[in-house]
Antibody
Framework: QVQLQESGPGLVKPSQTLSLTCTVS??????????WSWIRQHPGKGLEWIGY???????YYNPSLKSRVTISVDTSKNQLSLKLRSVTAADTAAYYC??????????????????WGQGILVTVSS | EIVLTQSPEFQSVTPKKKVTITCRAS??????LHWYQQKPDQSPKLLIK???QSISGVPSRFSGSGSGTDFTLTINSLEAEDAATYYC????????FGQGTKVEIK
């Protein structure tokens, strides 16, 4: 059973870069069967897609965050990473990494993520 | 950006009753609509994919329907453990989520 675990600083200063890591266990992050995503949730609010990355390395970002976001994979460490630059208080949120099937058993392309990490709360404050 | 609007935003329901949550998309998304359940301090759990496809391990009382712009999540015979917030999610053009529907057990 795959497990995803987010890690990183819980407090980031305004204008700095938020850097998070998602460590994957129970499966290979370089498998062509999956794609990997980051989603965040502002306190007490709904879910917001940040972006995802395919095994090929292709990335797709939420247009509202695209200019500040980089998602990458470190296959040697079996980790997914997120970098969000120039953060403000509006970036305070719980950040989740998640895995979806590139093609699921029904042949659906990029099926919605079924496996999520527990999430990590990041507060942006001086 | 495709906007998803859920209704109602809150429901208080007696156990064993049926719950219906609707999700309306601002433009047609075919069947690229999925449903998640999130309990307090937990990550979202996938309940239904592509409008009506079931997920292994999810109780059969959860079902979905719809296509185009109008979708429904139905919980037949509500159980206490179903107290949660439910989100719809579209993957037709980028990804967006509905604002959530909180279901409380009376």
């Amino acid at each position: 059973q795959v497990q995803l675990q987010e890690s990183g600083p819980g407090l980031v200063k305004p204008s700095q870069t938020l850097s998070l890591t998602c460590t994957v266990s129970g499966g290979s992050i370089s498998s062509e069967n999956y794609y990997w995503s980051w989603i965040r949730q502002h306190p007490g609010k709904g879910l917001e897609w940040i972006g995802y990355i395919y095994y090929s390395g292709s990335t797709y970002y939420n247009p509202s965050l695209k200019s500040r976001v980089t998602i990458s994979v470190d296959t040697s460490k079996n980790q997914l990473s997120l970098k969000l630059r120039s953060v403000t208080a509006a970036d305070t949120a719980a950040y989740y990494c998640a895995r979806g099937n590139y093609y699921d058993s029904s042949g659906n392309f990029r099926a919605p993520p079924a496996y999520w990490g527990q999430g990590i709360l990041v507060t942006v404050s001086s | 950006e495709i906007v998803l609007t859920q209704s109602p935003e809150f429901q208080s329901v007696t156990p064993k009753k049926k719950v219906t949550i609707t999700c309306r998309a601002s433009q047609s998304i075919g069947s690229s609509l999925h449903w998640y359940q999130q309990k307090p301090d937990q990550s979202p759990k996938l309940l239904i994919k592509y409008a009506s496809q079931s997920i292994s391990g999810v109780p059969s009382r959860f079902s979905g329907s719809g296509s185009g712009t109008d979708f429904t999540l139905t919980i037949n015979s509500l159980e206490a453990e179903d107290a949660a917030t439910y989100y719809c999610h579209q993957s037709d053009s980028g990804w967006t989520f509905g604002q959530g529907t909180k279901v409380e057990i009376k």
